[in-house]
């Protein structure tokens, strides 16, 4: 599954500060490379020639891996700084950290999901000074907006961003312009479309969405249609507003679209992907790691609706893409955005470790976006001598695992700008108001996925299912 899920429980543990040693047994494995990277934004390379500096990373695949230590090897060549890569599991990346900071032995630098970004800056375990000069040094501007914002802190920021993702309505563009249907951008419209498709006496559905209440992918997808709605978990003087009339109204929407429109059953990352890929669905959710198996380029998860028999990227030819939705109480279409980021940790070489983010960002970044570009959006888009350069270099790369075609080919220019406008303006519960930190316990919990599941169910009402969210996620902060 290329969904990326986190087991967020350790990160509950890590806010709470029980993992207090070191366990030798917990220990990340090191590739023993001996690598090395540089910055341009070092006014003397001489300065770190020699340095030596250890980077933990969670893209652990080896094709990624070995992505990482190319672009480590080509930075060295420039500068002399050394880097040791360490991989880690996401899973285990929170435990990590927090016996690593017990034995005062945290890499330089490390490569992580947001969600635990805030929370580290609050801990004290970011180097929140370094990230904002490497940000300055790079150009403010170089970057998209959207995912600087979500990890604004203080006078600067908590680390840097460096790709992500952006969830996505998909639709069977073919049939709705076949039904005389509107894009599928607002609520309004997406209920018309799913209920005009929905057939369920012919195996077709209106739309297919997670509704799984344990698994994180349907906190994913419902926050899409929370932000939409101007459903906000926390306001910036941190009072709950989960239960506010806006996210009554966004809960109320989700579950009657998929109580209406959607198969039966739990719904999940992999039963949502088949109902569309078999050409039953005029709708789903789900995030853009599934535009290269939508062409038919993944063995692993290939499309099977009886016109990819002839043309395997049918559904990708003939379907229309959405990436931010508005609601009737929204005041702007919103996108749930899910970034990455390389903090530097305190206590690293400060100089070594602008140095390597400075070389990966500029000679790697085309590199580490093409490991996986279709889910690896750039979120510096340029440099100041030329504003569109890793935007349209991204454009260029290729996409897939069984066979590749760059992502421009597969779905046009259309699309791929909407892709790009939508990377820039990413939103989340929590984050932009200074309240990240909040969020790891919430998604761990598993409080809304679970109350989501009461209503669909008919256990509890809306108006009852966010109150018990806000009781629950007020028990948690405590």
Avoid at 19 to 27: K, N, R
Avoid at 123 to 132: I, K, P, R, S, V
Avoid at 404 to 414: C, F, H, I, Q, R
Wanted: aromatic share 8%; hydrophobic share 45%; net charge negative.
């Amino acid at each position: 599954m290329k969904m990326r899920h986190f087991a967020l429980l350790l990160t509950l543990i890590l806010a709470l500060g029980l993992f207090t040693a070191c366990s030798e047994a917990a220990a990340p494995a090191a590739t023993n490379t001996d690598d090395a990277a540089a910055d341009e934004s070092s006014s003397d390379a001489g300065a770190v020639e020699g340095a030596e500096i250890t980077f933990w990373s969670t893209e652990e695949q080896p094709e990624r891996a070995a992505a990482t230590e190319a672009i480590i090897a080509s930075c060295q060549e420039q500068t002399g700084v050394s880097a040791d890569l360490v991989l880690t599991n996401e899973d285990d990346l929170p435990s990590l950290i927090t016996s690593s900071a017990a034995a005062d032995s945290l890499p330089d630098i490390a490569f992580f999901p947001m969600d635990f970004a805030i929370g580290w800056a609050d801990q004290g375990l970011l180097d929140t000074q370094a990230a904002t000069e490497v940000i300055q040094s790079l150009g403010e501007d170089t970057f998209a907006a959207g995912p600087l914002n979500l990890v604004a802190y203080n006078d600067g920021y908590a680390a840097v961003p460096t790709d992500g993702w952006g969830q996505l309505l998909i639709y069977r563009k073919d049939l709705f312009d076949a039904n005389g249907l509107e894009t599928p951008d607002t609520f309004e419209k997406i209920q018309a479309a799913a209920a005009a498709l929905h057939d369920p006496s012919n195996n077709f559905y209106g739309i297919t969405a997670a509704n799984d209440p344990s698994a994180v992918f349907t906190q994913q997808t419902f926050e899409q249609f929370a932000l939409a709605n101007g459903c906000q978990l926390v306001d910036e003087a941190g009072d709950l507003t989960i239960d506010s009339p806006q996210c009554v109204e966004a809960v109320d929407f989700f579950t009657n679209l998929l109580n209406s429109s959607s198969p039966a059953g739990v719904q999940d990352v992999v039963s949502t992907r088949a109902t569309y890929f078999a050409g039953q669905a005029g709708m789903i959710v789900w995030s853009p790691f599934i535009l290269d198996e939508m062409a038919g380029l993944r063995d692993e998860a290939f499309p099977a609706c009886p016109e990819c028999a002839d043309d395997p990227a049918f559904l990708a030819k003939n379907s229309g893409i959405v990436p931010a939705i508005q609601g009737p109480s929204g005041d702007s279409p919103a996108q749930y955005g899910q970034v990455s980021y390389m903090g530097i940790m305190t206590g690293a070489d400060i100089e070594a470790a602008k140095a390597f983010m400075g070389c990966w960002f500029n000679e790697g970044y085309l590199d580490w976006l093409a490991v996986a570009p279709e889910g690896k959006f750039p979120m510096r888009q340029g440099t100041p001598d030329e504003p569109n350069k890793f935007i349209d270099g991204w454009q260029t790369l290729s996409t897939g695992v069984d066979r590749k075609m760059p992502l421009g080919e597969v779905y046009g220019s259309d699309v791929i700008q909407t892709l790009i406008e939508g990377a820039g303006n990413f939103n989340r519960w929590g984050f932009g108001v200074g309240q990240g930190a909040l969020v790891s316990p919430v998604y761990e919990s598993l409080v809304v996925p679970q109350a989501l599941n009461d209503v669909l169910t008919g256990s509890l009402t809306s108006e009852e299912a966010v109150q018990e969210m806000a009781a629950e996620i007020e028990d948690l902060r405590q």
